[in-house]
């Protein structure tokens, strides 16, 4: 599996984004995929992951902002931004993995190449 972020950017506190990934190959469908970030400093840390069946998990300091969606006809993965903190600043990078959701970043087999986000106070 392949995987190419994009969608990030600098906008204010407040403010809303939608991150994109485009998976191409093996059977993306039978993948769990996620979105993780990382600030400088600091360890990248799980913020949203759907499973193949569609339940959805989230890291506790994005729930009820961010929303993790796919649309495996088009081998995509969403992540709708809303009420953006300065706290979200990082690099956001999507990942899958075969079989189920988990929640560290050591389980995750395929990652994109990370997109940028910055959200100034």
């Known amino acids: 599996v392949q995987l190419q972020a994009s969608g990030g950017g600098l906008v204010q506190a407040g403010d809303s984004l939608r991150l994109s990934c485009a998976a191409s190959?093996?059977?993306?469908?039978?993948?769990?995929t996620g979105w993780f970030r990382q600030a400088p400093g600091k360890e990248r840390e799980f913020v949203a992951g759907i499973n193949w069946s569609g339940d959805q998990y989230y890291a506790d300091s994005v729930k009820g902002r961010f929303t993790i969606s796919r649309d495996n006809a088009k081998k995509m993965v969403y992540l709708q931004m809303n009420s953006l903190k300065p706290e979200d600043t990082a690099v956001y990078y999507c990942?899958?993995?075969?079989?189920?959701?988990?929640?560290?970043?050591?389980?995750?087999?395929?990652w994109g190449q990370g997109t940028l986000v910055t959200v100034s106070s």
């Open positions: 190959g093996r059977i993306f469908s039978e993948y769990a």
């Open positions: 990942a899958a993995r075969p079989g189920g959701y988990r929640n560290s970043y050591r389980y995750w087999d395929y």
